[in-house]
């Protein structure tokens, strides 16, 4: 069992599909279309949901960083994440998807930016310009709801899937806005694992790829470590066994994911784990820390 508690610890996530590669070439190319960027995070995840040197491609653009699914984060938590970028001299607005808050705000901060060319243009006789932004975020951060939240009515399929865009599309939200809306992006290299095991604990790379055993081990590490209360809650455990298999076991009871003839289906313990963090039943949460 050592080994296989091992295996749970070493195992890497790696996940860059071609058309990540690609979407970050046309996104240069689209640049200079463009007025503002919204970089899309989500709140449960600040640091590890925001793109590795997306600041770099982007240049000198204008841009609002929207904490997307602040409802469901640990907002003590990700409050002190908005600070921190605020202080680094982001625009940084928290959204809740569900009942559209913060997404008015959105639309203000934009024609403010907009606000000084568009008076030159008045003053020119000219109609004021509208609004061209770009929208951007790793894979399920919640773009495509966002931009149905600014139209007020459903412009964008959405998934809850990652991979769910595959390609850069205008939509117009209204008469004053239109987005270029872009396919999630990861690195090309996740060299840090522990950023990786929190996007894959929170939809951000398929599942297809994932060892479910290893990243529900991760999940249970990691909850035990920040919200230990929230999975003795759930689970009835309060911390690891030495062997693994053990606490799975107490799951199992638990949870009854038991196969016929009583055996534990442990495929099917981690699938639950894995679920439970995604749909919200350990609890509000936000897995990445400032140190």
Same mark, same amino acid.
């Not at 996940?15 to 590669?21: D, I, K, N, R």
């Not at 060319?117 to 000219?126: D, I, P, Q, S, V």
């Not at 035990?224 to 209360?229: E, S, V």
């Given at each position: *069992?050592?080994? =296989?508690?091992?295996?749970?610890?070493? !195992?890497?996530?790696?996940?860059?599909?071609?058309? *990540?590669?690609?979407?970050? $070439?046309?996104?240069?190319? $689209?640049? $200079?279309?463009?007025?503002?960027?919204?970089?899309?995070?989500?709140?449960? *995840?600040?640091?590890?949901?925001?793109?590795?040197?997306?600041?770099?491609?982007?240049?000198?653009?204008?841009?609002?960083?929207? *904490?997307?699914?602040?409802?469901?984060?640990?907002?003590?938590?990700?409050?002190?994440?908005?600070?921190?970028?605020?202080?680094?001299?982001?625009?940084?607005?928290?959204?809740?998807?569900?009942?559209?808050?913060?997404?008015?705000?959105?639309?203000?901060?934009?024609?403010?930016?907009?606000?000084?060319?568009?008076?030159?243009? @008045?003053?020119?006789?000219?109609?004021?310009?509208?609004?061209?932004?770009?929208?951007?975020?790793?894979?399920?951060?919640?773009?495509?709801?966002?931009?149905? @939240?600014?139209?007020?009515?459903?412009?964008?399929?959405?998934?809850?899937?990652?991979?769910?865009?595959?390609?850069?599309?205008?939509? @117009?939200?209204?008469? +004053?806005? =239109?987005?270029?809306?872009?396919?999630?992006?990861?690195?090309?290299?996740?060299?840090?694992?522990?950023?990786?095991?929190?996007?894959?604990?929170?939809?951000?790379?398929?599942?297809?790829?994932?060892?479910?055993?290893?990243?529900?081990?991760?999940?249970?590490?990691?909850?035990?470590?920040?919200?230990?209360?929230?999975? =003795?809650? @759930?689970?009835?455990?309060? $911390?690891?066994?030495?062997?693994?298999? +053990?606490?799975?076991?107490?799951?199992?009871?638990?949870?009854?994911?038991?196969?016929?003839?009583?055996?534990?289906?442990?495929?099917?313990?981690?699938?639950?784990?894995?679920?439970?963090?995604?749909?919200?039943?350990?609890?509000?949460? !936000?897995?990445?820390?400032?140190?």
């Amino acid at each position: *069992m050592a080994n =296989e508690e091992k295996s749970f610890q070493k !195992t890497s996530i790696n996940w860059y599909p071609g058309h *990540m590669a690609k979407t970050k $070439k046309e996104i240069s190319e $689209k640049l $200079k279309l463009i007025d503002i960027v919204y970089e899309v995070i989500d709140a449960r *995840m600040p640091i590890s949901s925001k793109i590795v040197d997306i600041d770099k491609l982007l240049g000198n653009k204008k841009k609002i960083l929207i *904490m997307a699914k602040y409802d469901i984060c640990d907002q003590k938590e990700t409050d002190k994440f908005i600070e921190y970028y605020r202080k680094l001299g982001y625009l940084v607005i928290p959204v809740n998807l569900k009942n559209n808050q913060g997404t008015k705000k959105i639309i203000e901060i934009s024609q403010d930016i907009l606000k000084e060319e568009n008076e030159k243009r @008045r003053a020119k006789g000219l109609k004021p310009k509208s609004i061209r932004a770009l929208i951007i975020g790793v894979p399920n951060v919640g773009k495509s709801t966002l931009i149905n @939240r600014l139209a007020g009515k459903n412009k964008a399929g959405v998934g809850n899937k990652p991979g769910f865009t595959k390609q850069l599309t205008w939509i @117009r939200v209204n008469k +004053e806005i =239109e987005l270029l809306d872009t396919p999630g992006i990861l690195w090309p290299k996740l060299d840090n694992q522990e950023n990786a095991h929190i996007l894959a604990s929170l939809s951000s790379i398929k599942e297809e790829i994932l060892n479910t055993m290893d990243l529900s081990y991760f999940i249970l590490d990691k909850m035990l470590k920040l919200y230990p209360k929230n999975i =003795e809650n @759930r689970y009835g455990i309060n $911390k690891l066994d030495e062997d693994i298999i +053990e606490t799975y076991d107490k799951i199992a009871k638990k949870v009854g994911a038991l196969s016929k003839g009583g055996l534990i289906d442990y495929e099917k313990v981690a699938t639950i784990i894995i679920r439970d963090l995604k749909n919200g039943y350990l609890g509000n949460i !936000t897995l990445d820390r400032l140190n």
